[in-house]
């Protein structure tokens, strides 16, 4: 992550989603600037363009996942930066993509880039999936959020009574729901002593106007929170698959108080396993987004919310 020096060649690169746009210049070379589609036949274009110039070095915008295809094909022959968009911002009111892109050259050539943390190929890729993972978590919870919204609606008030309505107690009352039972005398066999309210309170709780709507939507979110968690299980045994070469690291990751298995899997993902790509752990902590910039002005330092994660 230090800043680009001694670049001889070198090409900026200013990407979109369906064109790319390149101009290389350097020691020897005449600056030229060429467009090209993001296409793999066209990106492969561009690829020999840059080595059969000994273009050594490109610098690349990261919007969003634009950039991701052009590093994957043309990152094996000349070492790709990847540069935030606030640290190339070009002078307003001349902004074309080819100045962009010859903006972001003359930058690269005077070694004014600073590279992103781009993690390795199996770390991106464990990345993706536990990534994923917690997208499908978030779904499994509003699955959950409207399950409980469709028994407010029946007036069963099992979030009034239950500390969790999917426990162990809450799961068998819908199950049962869902099977087709109304009388909360059937329904009220699952109370037991542990629970925070009475027996009847727990029984006028399950008191409702539940009709065939209600059981059918309710059956609905239960077979998609099944297959979502079906789907977590495949994704959780490929995740295994792929840390087995860090279990030790994963060993040390656990001993850190409040950090379980899960997590240290997380942390992998982020941030690989070696932290040699950061100068130290303020580098770590600022790349994460956990460090306030300095603001100071005449003596005086102004007070900075911190900034949202935003890594790529």
Not at 101 to 127: M, N, T, V, Y
Not at 281 to 286: D, F, K, M, T, Y
Request: hydrophobic letters at 35%; aromatic letters at 6%; glycine letters at 8%.
């Amino acid at each position: 992550m230090e800043f680009s020096s001694d670049i001889e060649r070198g090409c900026g690169i200013d990407v979109h989603k369906d064109t790319v746009v390149a101009t290389i210049a350097g020691k020897g070379l005449k600056k030229q600037t060429k467009e090209f589609s993001t296409y793999t036949g066209s990106l492969t274009c561009l690829r020999d363009w840059l080595t059969d110039n000994c273009v050594t070095h490109a610098a690349i915008e990261s919007t969003g996942v634009y950039w991701k295809p052009v590093f994957n094909i043309i990152g094996n022959d000349v070492k790709l930066i990847l540069v935030n968009a606030r640290h190339i911002k070009h002078v307003p009111g001349r902004k074309t993509d080819i100045k962009d892109s010859e903006w972001i050259c003359q930058l690269l050539l005077s070694g004014l880039l600073r590279a992103s943390f781009i993690p390795p190929k199996d770390i991106r890729e464990l990345r993706d999936m536990t990534r994923y993972q917690l997208k499908l978590q978030q779904q499994i919870t509003a699955e959950k959020n409207r399950i409980i919204r469709e028994l407010e609606d029946a007036n069963i008030k099992l979030s009034s009574v239950l500390n969790d309505v999917f426990g162990s107690t809450g799961s068998k009352v819908i199950n049962a729901i869902v099977e087709g039972e109304n009388d909360p005398e059937g329904l009220v066999q699952f109370y037991h002593k542990r629970m925070k309210v009475s027996r009847n309170e727990f029984k006028e709780a399950l008191k409702g106007r539940l009709t065939e709507h209600h059981r059918f939507m309710l059956r609905q979110m239960k077979k998609r929170i099944l297959s979502i968690e079906e789907q977590m299980e495949e994704i959780d045994c490929e995740i295994d698959k792929r840390v087995a070469p860090y279990e030790n690291v994963i060993e040390l990751l656990t001993g850190i108080p409040g950090v379980k298995r899960k997590g240290a899997i997380g942390i992998i993902s982020e941030i690989g396993i070696d932290m040699s790509v950061f100068e130290n752990e303020h580098h770590l902590a600022s790349w994460a987004g956990l460090s306030p910039g300095n603001n100071e002005s005449a003596g005086k330092k102004k007070v900075l919310e911190l900034l949202p994660v935003t890594n790529t």
